[in-house]
């Protein structure tokens, strides 16, 4: 499984379509750079957990709140999917 694919694909989903999940730079924060809401953020969790089958409860609210940028969701996946978390 490449969870860096499947996080792209996922981000591109959550605003739109605005940028291609090749277009997504994964140093940009989400909020700040993107404008992604709060509500959008649960969204793209939610579907990357979904698409790599690793259940949402793998993370804490505190985990969720620490993911501000795409590659912090591809190590949060990639720990939780190694069973680190």
């Known amino acids: 499984m490449n969870i860096e694919s499947i996080v792209r694909e996922c981000f591109s989903e ?10 997504v730079d994964l140093s940009r924060r989400l909020v700040e750079d993107y404008g992604v809401t ?14 790599c089958d690793i259940p949402l409860t793998s993370f804490t609210e505190r985990d969720i709140a620490g993911m501000k940028r795409t590659q912090d969701i591809i190590h949060a996946m990639q720990r939780a999917n190694d069973g680190d978390t």
Do not use: F, K, N, R
């Open 14 to 23: 959550a605003i739109g379509g605005a940028i291609s999940p090749d277009g």
């Open 38 to 51: 709060s509500l959008q953020l649960v969204m793209l969790v939610t579907s990357v957990c979904e698409a």
